[in-house]
């Protein structure tokens, strides 16, 4: 069979070399016009599972340093092995709710006092702002699973379930040691008062552990964590789960035992509060109403304004901030660096009884 004849490589080029001196003009190749990127801004959202991994700062030094975080000092100084701890509901406006927010922080900027904002890191990305429940507290390393399973059993049997916010008022508020002044959104009462009934489980929770209130004036004297035996709370009870995972100082009643009558059914339902009090152990069984110091705070500033910034604070037109709404799914309780999302009830199942921490259902 004869072989196939193939042009060599040598001829080619020859080929090449006699047109181009024959004057042949060969045109340029053109490259290919790619049509501009098109970012889409209607993406989903990142879950908030993702944003919850990456919550906490970097640590810039082991000792407290104000110079580092903008001259702010830290409020409970740090205690090898307790945990800080936070309970908050978190909000992430919207890109234009940002930017009305941001609009109301340039009109009260001036050279006289330095603003610095929450609505945005140092390079720029935006924060999510929240509405404390809770002070700073600090739990011991035996106090984060029982503390987490007591407030996650009281949200629960509260039956308190998804609500809105919506926002009234702008104003300056100090913090409570008075070592800065925030800029803050107050909110509105909202129906059936559940933000007052979630800040209402979480002072009692708060109290079970010896740990200060929000708003609320303890009832009982207030010791630090830092000085309890572990493994017991103020009262010396033991506060271990059993094997139901049931705190044991939940299940007290009137005269200081134990009993099963107290605690929940066999259908998971509430009877009598299962942190009854006694003479020496009151407890919280009336929801106070804290909705003129519930806010989401926008911008902090280490001096108070004066008599004239707090005058232009409250000459803003609010009518642009009165259409934002906040939707409340569920509560957040940030023990060290992890962030626990508690869940609020779509539905209930044990209507007509009394809470874990004394919440009429």
Known sequence: MPLV???????????????????????PLKRKRHSPITINEDLPPLPDSFHDLYASSTRLSTQDDPTLHGGRQRVTPHVEGNWPSHVYIEWRPSRTESEKF??????????????????????GAPLPLHISLSRSIALLTDQRKPFLSSFQKSISVSA??????????????????CTRW??????????????????????????????????????????????QPQGQDRNGRDYRHDKRGRG??????????????????????????????????????????????????????????SQEEAEKTANIDFSKLEDMKMEVNAVKAKIGNVIHVVSLRRTTGNEGGMGIIGVQE
């Open 102 to 123: 941001q609009d109301v922080l340039t009109t009260l900027r001036s050279p006289a006092r330095q603003i610095n904002s929450l609505l945005q890191s140092d390079l």
């Open 248 to 305: 044991n100082y939940l299940t007290m009643t009137n005269n200081g035992r134990g009993g099963r009558d107290h605690g929940y059914d066999k259908r998971g339902r509430g009877g009598r509060s299962t942190i009854a009090s006694n003479e020496n152990s009151p407890i919280r069984t009336v929801i106070s109403d804290y909705s003129e110091q519930l806010h989401v705070s926008l911008a902090w500033s280490l001096e108070p304004p």
């Open 5 to 27: 004849e193939y042009s060599s490589s040598e001829d080619s080029s020859k080929e090449r070399v006699s047109s181009l001196a024959g004057g042949v003009k060969h045109k």
């Open 182 to 227: 925030f800029l803050v959104l107050s909110v509105a009462k909202p129906t059936c008062n559940s933000l007052n009934r979630i800040l209402h489980v979480t002072n009692a929770t708060a109290e079970v552990f010896g740990l200060p209130t929000l708003y609320a004036p303890p009832t009982q004297p207030i010791q630090k964590p830092s000085s």
């Open 160 to 177: 308190i379930r998804p609500f809105t916010l919506a926002f009234k008022s702008l104003a300056w508020v100090p913090n409570h040691e």
